[in-house]
């Protein structure tokens, strides 16, 4: 059975890790869509790990050029390497996926909150993502498949835009081959050769097998997609309190000291970037937050 | 033997009729079944049938010039096919198509207007379903349209 995932104890700043970037060679970088590429990383210090819970993220940078957050979407029970998924959209971004084998780059982290698997223990687990959210959930799911008896069902709900779009093609496929999760993927549209489900995410929720008052959902993906479905969820009898998403701003600092990524009270990437959507509701939905 | 009856009777859009309507629908209805690749409906056809999907799964697919025929949704047991129906010009604006071997009710429209305008509770009762079904749709469309993982 994996090690439970642990949260850093403490995040002391001058801490090795939290304020300088340590640094990381690329063991290996995937193309897993038309712009979006996953990178392994392992220390270029031989045999340091770098525990991290699920949702958490990192800081990483491209010497001279800039820095980024970018969720771990590796297994938390394998903290010898990195993995983080990327969409090259900015000048860093792009500049990360371009990274061959070998390179070397700087890691600053882990940061942020986590997806609350204990607290989910002895319910159903319901997982919803859209697009490239699948990332900071696939660690999750990890776990969740590791400590499978922990949980009642588990339901696996991705959405995304065309079938090329699909992440983890190949590791979806092995999920919906066992018999201890139910996987659905849907895309927005798709040529008759695609076999799966066509529709929003939104519209698998009502066929996913959970309890909703015994549910926690975890959810992450583009604004609009988590607001609808986190209505849809409310409709199947989950509350506020157990729908949990992941939120992304401008992170900067990682440490909730330069304000980048205030969303009202809170700073996303000290307070999040996992929250209960009870607490961020009324920013979540608010037009000029 | 399994009845029109029966099959609507488990069907989710009917849940809740009572048994003397869910008669009057289910005297509008047939079995149908598709292979894969049978078109249930063409685009610009007469809209004669709406269809309560029992088992398999069905590609409602729009075509384009340029990147030929495209699945915008699929329909699945327990789900309906066809809400232009309703309406005039009462063609079919979509062409649907089984991606593997599909069973369903067909509902003669026509038939079933009348029965609802016979009886206006049961017109009352099935228009609830279809002013649900309706906006679910519209829901669908709007995420759809906002394009929500373009990047």
């Known amino acids: ?289 | 033997m399994e009845t029109v009856e029966a099959v609507l009777g488990a069907h989710p859009f009917f849940k809740g009729l009572t048994s003397r309507h869910l008669g009057a629908v289910a005297a509008c209805g047939r079995l149908v079944q598709f292979k894969a690749g049978e078109f249930l409906c063409r685009d610009s056809e007469e809209a004669l049938d709406f269809f309560a999907i029992i088992s398999g799964s069905v590609a409602v697919e729009i075509f384009t010039a340029r990147r030929g025929p495209l699945a915008t949704s699929t329909v699945g047991e327990g789900e309906v096919l066809g809400w232009l129906w309703f309406d005039k010009p009462y063609h079919w604006h979509l062409d649907a198509r089984a991606r593997q071997f599909t069973r369903a009710v067909a509902l003669e429209v026509k038939a079933l207007k009348e029965a609802c305008e016979a009886d206006h509770d049961l017109g009352y009762e099935v228009m609830k379903r279809y002013a649900h079904h309706l906006a679910v749709q519209f829901r669908i469309a709007r995420l759809q349209l906002v394009d929500m993982y373009g990047s």
């Open chain 1, 1 to 289: 059975m994996a090690p439970e995932p642990q949260l850093p104890e403490t995040r002391r700043s001058g801490e090795s890790g939290y304020l300088l970037p340590q640094l990381f060679r690329v063991e290996s970088r995937r193309r897993e869509t038309r712009d979006i590429y996953t990178l392994t990383l392992t220390a270029v210090e031989e045999g340091r790990k770098w525990p991290f819970a699920p949702g958490q993220f990192n800081m990483l940078s491209v010497f001279g050029l800039g820095e980024v957050p970018i969720s771990i979407s590796g297994d938390p029970a394998r903290p010898g390497h990195l993995v983080h998924t990327i969409r090259a959209v900015g000048a860093v971004t792009r500049s990360l996926c371009r990274l061959e084998r070998g390179a070397v780059l700087g890691v600053r982290g882990p940061f942020g909150t986590c997806w609350p698997l204990k607290e989910a223990e002895e319910r159903d687990l319901v997982i919803v993502a859209g697009g490239l959210g699948l990332a900071p959930l696939r660690g999750a799911i990890y776990h969740a498949l590791a400590h499978r008896a922990a949980y009642g069902n588990v339901e696996l709900i991705y959405g995304t835009r065309t079938p090329e779009d699909i992440l983890y093609y190949k590791e979806l496929q092995a999920w919906r081959g066992r018999f201890d999760v139910r996987v659905h993927v849907t895309v927005d549209t798709a040529p008759p050769s695609w076999r799966g489900n066509v529709g929003v995410v939104t519209r698998l929720i009502d066929r996913a097998r959970f309890d909703g008052p015994h549910t926690v959902a975890f959810v992450c993906g583009p604004g609009v997609m988590m607001r609808f479905t986190v209505q849809e969820l409310l409709t199947r009898g989950l509350t506020l309190d157990n729908i949990y998403v992941s939120l992304e701003r401008n992170m900067q600092c990682g440490l909730g000291l330069c304000g980048h990524c205030q969303l009202g009270p809170v700073f996303i990437c000290r307070d999040g970037p996992v929250f209960p959507y009870s607490r961020v509701k009324d920013w979540f939905e608010r037009r000029e937050a």
